[in-house]
């Protein structure tokens, strides 16, 4: 695990959310993106 400083580039992100769809970081390029990240089961 890295510390990102204001300003660095945003590393590469490939995740599949709950209903199966894969979502890249980097195909949203230039875009405002959030990230919610979670703990726990639901």
Do not use: S, T
């Amino acid at each position: 695990m890295y510390k990102l400083l204001n300003g660095d580039p945003a590393p590469e992100i490939d995740l599949v959310d709950v209903r199966g769809n894969r979502w890249r970081l980097g195909d949203r390029r230039g875009k405002m993106v959030v990230l919610h990240f979670c703990r726990g089961e639901y």
